[in-house]
């Protein structure tokens, strides 16, 4: 129970508020370290896959330098149709590994190879040159047709941005038609003819940080062009890039606390891109070159394979490292710079840049945990060219502002891939190692502070309630006390000064003795609740006969229903009479007494004036005593709380029964002290209160039950 101290002044809104700041001096400290608790789990989780991205970071770069270096391990001689193979002295030729149809290479995606000359002149090991004949190559018409049209399109993606001139004249349709030979004379002498102005720095300017970087960004040649060509270079590039990485919706916090953890740790991320960052540096090579001395259409050149009739030249030859370019076009270009007697060649093959990244990147992130609960953004110089979305996103993003999440790692790959940028966000973070626990702390702390929260409140306007109607209770006994007595003292003083003839002194006397009668029974009530209240009832249970104890209740009962000018009707049934049953007497009849007093007090306004006192036998052999009226009765939403300490259904200040609120209690008291059971419920008209016992055997001191008596 709540301090007296504490209660004495509270109403029930001051109680709730006194309360709820106590919830929250507890639950808001609570859920600060719940909250720590549960962001130290979230930031351990996060770091934990943060090292799973570093960790896939390191293997696709390792994977597309070794793919790279492989590509680059290929001769200055392999971009041409036939290679000397072995000995140059053996004048031995054979087909180029990269003159193979269809194409394939060791990139992904690799639409073919090219090699762009010192003029500008643009070839590729997929067509033989000018001096040989596709048939005597053993390579049929339609399989000419095929090379030549791949060639095309090959040259046209270097013209469209601008690395070679566009052969506009040479259109697929006409070739494919033309006779291989008429084909082979036509594409070499329109492929080979040097182009007038042209400067091979157009690759070096391939990796400028340009923001628009491209076929026409040259304002004189854009105003030579139609506008439909311009708006389709435009469209193109829209869809050759998604967005800006700027424009990334991405959340850092967590990122930059993982790295300040990792520099404290002295693991910093610069040292692991250089922990599989390769080696690069030229190379020089010894080259061999065969150089036909025959005729075209010679019979000793028929299989291109063996020993034929061939200038072997051979030099040496100075070659780059390949480099690496996202094209406007979309198409990503591999290429290297080959000096040979002081003049500059270009070699390189052109990639499909969605197949190169999906079986280089995305198969390798979709085979992973961070494909569950991140998404992937590949990123080249600052443009987000494609995204990867994890298993729990099915919806494709193509609009860099809706790409948002937490930042789980972001990384530029090694050269010469050090334009593309790895960028994972986290869309689901799984929750790490403890995170059920904590969820099942932080559910048991809620219902705690929540159950508490509501007990107290509960508590305290049971006391709060308590307190008033203990208020009340002193009020009522005072008012109880003071009436009869002033009318004792009263008609005392009357009689005492013989103002009385004989006539009243004799309704003076029964005035007296009534009121006497009545603080009788308010004090043995007052007196009987000081001691349930203090938990110590004494009873003396012993057996009683049913039809003595009616005898004995209705000679202490009638006086006072008659006086209260009420007909009584006593009543025995089903020779309930003949039954014994274990109670104290006196305690029987403090019940019967309280019970008709309610009654009097609650029906004096009632038409029919009657109270009925019965008692039968129910069919379990339980006695059951009833008292009932013929009053109001008693409202629905009451009959269960009538039983409370000191409830009254009217305030002190309007009621208009006299009471204390205390009788219906120690008639419910009494009765559960003696194993009994009370009930009220509406006669219509009137109410009528049930009291039974269990009756025993007079003889054998057992209740019908079997059960030992008290």
Known sequence: MLPKSLIDGLDKRRLRNLLLLFFLALAVPTAVLVWQAYSQLKWEAFHQHRGVAEELTGRIDTRLNDMINAADTGSFADYTFLVVSGDPSANFVQRSPLSTYPVSGDLPGTLGYFQVDTDGVFSTPLLPSEATQAANLGIGANEYADRAQLAEEIQQVLADNRLVQSRQDLGVRRRVATPPAESVAMFSAKATAPIEGYSQGVFDQLNEAKEDRGLYEDDAEVTRLDGNAVEAYQAQQRLNRIGKVSDLKLDADLQKKSEQAERESSLDEASSNSAFAPGRSKRREQIAIPESAVPLGSEEIANAVGTTDLRISTFESEIDPFEFSLLNSGHIVVFRNVWRDGERYVQGLLVDQRTFIEDVIGSRFTNTALADMSNLIVAYQGDVIHTFSGRARSRYRNVAEDLDGALLYRN????????????????????????????????????????????????????????????????????????????????????????????????????????????SRLISNVLRLASITRNEPQFDLKPTNVGELMNSTESRISNQIVRAGFELRFKTLNDAEKATISIDEDCFSQIIINLVDNAIKFSKNAENKVIEVSCKRLADGRILFSVRDYGPGVPKDQMKRIFQLFYRSESELTRETVGTGIGLAIVHQLTLAMNGTVDLVNAEPGAEFRVSFSSTDPTKGVDTFGRNSR
């Open 412 to 519: 530029r790959l090694t050269a010469p891939l050090d334009r593309l940028e790895l960028i994972f966000s986290i869309q689901r973070l799984p929750p790490g190692p403890g995170a059920s626990v904590l969820a099942w702390v932080t559910l048991v702390l809620a219902v705690v502070f929540a159950g508490g929260f509501l007990s107290l409140y509960r508590m305290g306007l049971s006391q709060i309630d308590l307190a008033r109607q203990q208020q009340d209770f002193v009020s009522a006994v005072s008012h109880e006390l003071k009436s009869p007595l002033t009318s004792i003292r009263m008609y005392g003083e009357m009689l005492k000064e013989g103002w009385a003839d004989e006539d009243k002194r004799q309704s003076y006397y029964e005035f007296i003795h009534d009121e006497s009668e009545r603080l």
